[in-house]
Nanobody
Framework: QVQLVESGGRLVQPGGSLRLSCATS????????MGWFRQAPAEGREFLAA????????LYSDSVKDRFTISRDNARNTVWLEMNSLKAEDTAVYYC???????????????WGQGTQVTVSW
């Protein structure tokens, strides 16, 4: 069974940085891609970034591509999301997800973590 566990979310001041982790287990060849999404209150789930476990390609949302970086460690089965220059509007629950392809649509991802809260505020 595929399991995803996010961690690293916390309260951070505007302009600050944060790195989120997504530890995976039980992954098969079908779960070839990982994505990061976020969801603010009363909003839909927003795509942020994605990558494949093999190869160097990444995919980013235009809204965060200059501030966020997705990376992975295959040996540790872990994916990270490095976030810089954080703004109040980045406040949301952040999720990692596993699927077969790098896609922007959350419906294309099969497995999801429980989410980690990021709050950007003074």
């Amino acid at each position: 069974q595929v399991q995803l566990v996010e961690s690293g979310g916390r309260l951070v001041q505007p302009g600050g940085s944060l790195r989120l982790s997504c530890a995976t287990s039980g992954r098969t060849l079908s779960e070839a891609a990982m994505g990061w999404f976020r969801q603010a209150p009363a909003e839909g789930r927003e795509f942020l970034a994605a990558l494949r476990w093999n190869g160097g390609r990444t995919l980013y949302s235009d809204s965060v591509k200059d501030r966020f970086t997705i990376s992975r460690d295959n040996a540790r089965n872990t994916v990270w999301l490095e976030m810089n220059s954080l703004k109040a509007e980045d406040t949301a629950v952040y999720y990692c997800a596993a699927g077969s392809y790098m896609r922007r649509n959350p419906d294309d991802y099969v497995y999801w973590g429980q989410g980690t809260q990021v709050t950007v505020s003074w």
